[in-house]
């Protein structure tokens, strides 16, 4: 959420003002802790290999090149190492510094990555926003788009990655409903209901799903067209969403008298149900169908970050453990709900050679879309993959 720690109660409409002041904060260095890391966007400030371990867990991912040391040593990594979307437990990524009480949306993310995470790495951070402006949305409410950098620093101060974070901003309705919200019961989207037999062929899918893992794929056997193997994800249910912040983390959310003391600092981000009079965090939307109606969305949702991780599955089990992944841009396409599936599709669209490095690289188009063929996400990805010819671009990690 914001940076700063004057928070007023929640807005249902974004004024000149406010906006001119989030502009303000375009190319500023957003404050972090003495460790160089933004408190209440850090979960992980070290990688072990129990987090590692857990945020795969989170997603549902029992890869061994994450989670099985005495597999990974016999890797070209020598080590355990952290899917891509790890580094979300160190920042979340989302810059959207003022506008308070102001609900953020998660739109998508750039990664680029100059090396893998593996236990041991130790990290700082530099923040700053890089654009704020507002977008009109015909028949509705305007929104404001907010986009940041966060870049990834390890121990030695050597760079790891770099993201850039687009943020929807959307005004909360009022209390009792608004144009999006509804009570969460007759407004909106039906919850999928799956039959027996509808969920058992689903089930049998996932089942039968594989992982290149030690079978190298080698650049030079890959052509441009070539689909990789869909990854099926769902239905999606709130013991999906539960384990997933058991890995992702929660620094936003805080308990009892903690949640208490953050509260005054931070007003708008507290959501009060109107049914029993307490205070939730704005962001159990995702679990709560109540609080999802009182922040503008119709039903329960799973979570951004959650969803774009789902999406580069399919490109880490398919390039397999030598491969890396060197750069992915997700865009986020609607609300995905409780009861929904998402079909993680991939199909490469260039194999080249990076001029500078000779690294062989392949650029692959990613989609996802839910059981009714609507797209809920869209990507694309740049892998490198060692050759069978030559072994010089082979992504292993310096000795330094």
């Not at 099985?68 to 989302?94: I, K, N, S």
């Not at 399919?314 to 609300?335: E, S, Y």
């Not at 199909?347 to 490095?357: E, K, M, N, P």
Request: glycine share 10%.
């Amino acid at each position: 959420m914001t940076e700063s720690g004057d928070d007023e109660p929640t807005q249902h409409v974004i004024d000149d003002v406010a906006l001119e002041t989030a502009k303000e904060m375009t190319g500023v260095s957003l404050h972090t802790t003495d460790e160089g890391l933004r408190r209440r966007h850090c979960w992980n400030k070290e990688a072990t290999k129990d987090s590692i371990r857990h945020f795969a867990h989170g997603y549902g991912d029992d890869n061994p090149l994450y989670t099985d040391p005495t597999y990974a040593v016999d890797t070209v990594w020598g080590d355990v190492v952290a899917p891509p979307t790890w580094l979300y437990t160190v920042d979340r990524t989302v810059v959207a510094p003022k506008l308070p009480g102001i609900q953020w949306i998660h739109g998508g993310n750039r990664f680029e990555f100059e090396r893998p995470v593996q236990p041991g790495d130790r990290f700082h951070v530099e923040v700053r926003q890089t654009n704020c402006e507002r977008k009109e949305r015909p028949g509705s409410t305007d929104i404001v788009l907010q986009e940041g950098e966060t870049k990834y620093f390890d121990q030695r101060d050597d760079l790891v990655a770099t993201s850039v974070c687009r943020t929807l901003r959307v005004p909360r309705p009022p209390a009792g409903g608004g144009d999006e919200g509804g009570n969460g019961d007759d407004d909106g989207p039906e919850i999928e209901r799956w039959t027996t037999e509808a969920l058992q062929e689903i089930e049998e899918k996932v089942l039968a799903q594989t992982r290149r893992g030690a079978e190298t794929r080698y650049w030079d056997t890959v052509s441009e067209g070539d689909t990789l193997e869909e990854r099926i994800k769902g239905p999606l249910s709130l013991t999906d969403i539960l384990c997933w912040y058991a890995g992702y983390g929660t620094p936003l959310y805080n308990a009892n008298e903690m949640f208490v003391r953050e509260r005054q600092r931070h007003p708008g981000e507290a959501y009060r149900r109107e049914d029993i009079g307490i205070y939730e965090h704005a962001a159990m939307g995702h679990l709560d169908p109540t609080v999802a109606a009182g922040v503008g969305a119709p039903k329960a949702y799973d979570v951004g970050p959650q969803r774009i991780t789902w999406l580069l599955q399919v490109v880490t089990d398919w390039i397999g453990d030598n491969g890396f992944v060197r750069a992915v841009d997700t865009r986020l396409q609607g609300m995905h709900f409780i009861g929904d599936v998402l079909y993680c599709r991939g199909t490469v669209t260039d194999r080249r050679t990076d001029a500078s490095t000779g690294a062989r690289l392949l650029d692959i188009e990613l989609r996802g879309v839910n059981q009714h063929d609507e797209v809920r996400i869209t990507g694309d990805c740049t892998v490198q993959l060692p050759s069978s010819e030559w072994s010089g671009d082979t992504p292993l990690i310096s000795d330094a």
